[in-house]
């Protein structure tokens, strides 16, 4: 019998979820095309597998077409232009109108504080699902929470009420340019193991 043939057979991560997750990165800079919607639909289908506390499945998706897109973009250089002045507002300008797909993520607002703290977790794994669907087409996306992800004419923008929901990111995806580098801390740093 070979070594390998020996050893006691331990339960595997499948490589191929491992290579997903692993290789996932969050991307700033896409291509111009726009990926085809039936694979978007695709992968909020599978997302939609999510835990969720209570099964409240608390999310909902917007997806923006290039008028709200538009719309979106001028509310947020106009928020950098009073922060930060022109020349900055000018370069997200730029920059955001280079952006191929656009989704935003809103959470039922509960009116119990465990239970929003609880839906807003259920809509980070959504979010997580969806990216690392989208990945593994070959789609990139990127999760954002600036300012005008909490700024009330946003809401407006994307039609969705303030006292009922909130927005838990706009999700930028498209076909990466760049997919950079990252690290992560090892398991050793964050483990802790108790008798
Ligand atoms: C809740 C949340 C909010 C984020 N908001 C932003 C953001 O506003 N702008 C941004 O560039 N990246 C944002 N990110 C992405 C992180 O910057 C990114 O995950 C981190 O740099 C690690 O890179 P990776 O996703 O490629 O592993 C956010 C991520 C999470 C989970």
Redesign the pocket.
């Known amino acids: 019998m070979s070594e390998v043939e020996q050893q006691p057979s331990l339960p595997a991560i499948d490589p191929r979820l491992a290579d997903v997750i692993r290789g996932?990165?969050?991307i700033?800079a896409f291509r111009p095309e726009l990926p085809p919607r039936e694979v978007i639909l695709a992968a909020l289908d599978v997302a939609r597998w999510a835990p969720n506390h209570k099964k409240t499945e608390p999310w909902h998706v917007v997806w923006l077409g290039p008028e709200t897109q538009h719309a979106v973009i001028e509310l947020n250089s106009r928020l950098v232009a009073a922060a930060k002045g022109p020349t900055e507002a000018e370069s997200k300008r730029r920059k955001w109108a280079e952006v191929p797909g656009w989704l935003a993520v809103t959470c039922d607002l509960a009116d119990d504080s465990l239970r929003r703290e609880e839906d807003y977790a259920a809509c980070?794994c959504l979010i997580q699902n969806l990216s690392l669907a989208l990945w593994s087409a070959g789609i990139g996306t990127?999760?954002?929470?600036?300012d005008v992800t909490r700024h009330p004419e946003l809401f407006d923008l994307i039609g969705i009420d303030a006292l009922r929901q909130r927005v838990v990111?706009l999700i930028w995806f498209g076909y990466p340019a760049v997919t950079?580098a990252?690290t992560r801390r090892e398991v050793e740093s964050f483990l802790v193991e108790r008798p």
């Not at 990127?142 to 600036?146: A, F, L, V, Y």
């Open positions: 996932r990165r969050t700033g980070c990127k999760w954002t929470t600036g990111g950079p990252q």
